[in-house]
């Protein structure tokens, strides 16, 4: 879930209730499959590319597209896959209560390599402006692309993904809600 | 969280959610560029009426990690010099748009005057005999860091108990997170009331050192000292220091820590200092890392129970 709509499910705020399921388990595996044929392509392989999933959405589609990576480059090769948290670079900070949810594990120095933010939801752009910003502290990346299983429009920021699992056309007040089990848009309720 | 006055002010899930925090900060400070942005534009100001090394330090290399502005301030080249009264200069720092204050003074209650005069966010590093919750904080971080746990651990206190407002913080933190406190001092250097205090007192410091899990040194603070408490500092260390001698009863794991200034050769041998169970570095990088998140809680994330 984007940090946005984090906030309105608990423990923040209200329930989350799901109206439609737009993709499905297999339609999610489908899209992890290509996304990570995606990247492999624009990249000419793997080679230092790194996978970065934003916690805590995104580190599950991370863990997935990195195993697809592995399992087509072939086994011998070690595709580095960490977790970024972003609270301490958020721009919303003194607007509301904000903790960091999970540790932030970057497992190499990132000088030079290509660097893959994952998240699950892509809304407002402004988490993977943090993420940016958090990037610069572990070093200078040759690139950075990003890979969201869903991209619902909203953009704050100019900010533009890379790698795209579904167009999600969306109102402001909708939710979307994505895991590996499937993508739901709904409404919180209070 | 509004101030940082007493370990009385924290719930157990209040330190628990300080140590969880630490540990993100404590990663942060091991990055290529420990600096975060998340306390930009806040100022604060450390108040040290009192001398202090590594507690103001480690509050501005704490603040400055979190990108927030520091102003320092000490006795000897302020107006306070020229008389100026505390209230006053409290009144001045707030004026310039302070966002915290952390004020040490050598009279119990201070912090809690200022935290009372302005309303701005106020940390407690240290007030007379009274507290010093921080330390309290980043020796329980130490603790669990190394083993595991503060609960059923059981730490001697050992020494000037008195004039130690380490002690008072430090006993009611291990308390407060269920750990089992032996206070051993000459009894001139015991509280008074102590017998009120959850802990138990002994006298035997060598056969209470075999079966504790840490032993908590404490400086001699003849600064604070009015009257002849002790001998002579050669006798204390004789009866009541940690030799090598005593070390060796220590058993395997049992950590040696020390809110630091070490009196070296006095409350701890030079020997017993360099061993690999001995935590005072330890203790002094966590400091950091509990200042930040103490930090971040009181300016950066207010209101985040809610």
Known sequence: MAERERRRTPPYGGVFVARTRVMQEEDIKRATWRMAHEIMERNHGSDQVVIVGLQTGGVWLAEDIAAVMVEIAGSGCSLPCGTLDVAFYRDDISLRPLLPEAPTHIPVNLDGQVVVIVDDVLYTGRTIRAALDALNSYGRPRAVQLAVMVDRGHRELPIRPDFVGKNLPTRQDEMVNATRQGVDIGEVCK | MRHLLSVDDLSVQDMERVFSLSDHFTEVSQRPIPKVPALRGKTVAMMFFEDS???????????????????????????????????????????????????????????????AWSDVSVVNAGDGWHEHPTQALLDCYTIRDRLGTVADRHIVILGDVKHSRVARSCVKAFVALDAKVTLVAPATLLPPAVETWPVDVSFELDSVLSDCDVVYGLRVQTERQTQALLPSLREYTAQWGLTVQRANCLGVGALVMHPGPVNRGVEIAPEVLDRPNTVLNEQVRHGVSIRMAVLYLLLGAEGAES
């Open chain 2, 53 to 115: 090394t590594r507690t103001r330090l480690s509050f501005e290399a704490a603040a400055r990690r979190l990108s927030a502005d520091v102003m320092c301030f000490s006795v000897s080249t302020s107006a306070v010099s020229k008389g100026e009264s505390l209230r006053d200069t409290v009144a001045t720092l707030s004026a310039m748009g302070t966002h915290a204050m952390v004020v040490r003074h050598r009279s119990a209650g201070v912090p809690q005057q200022v935290a």
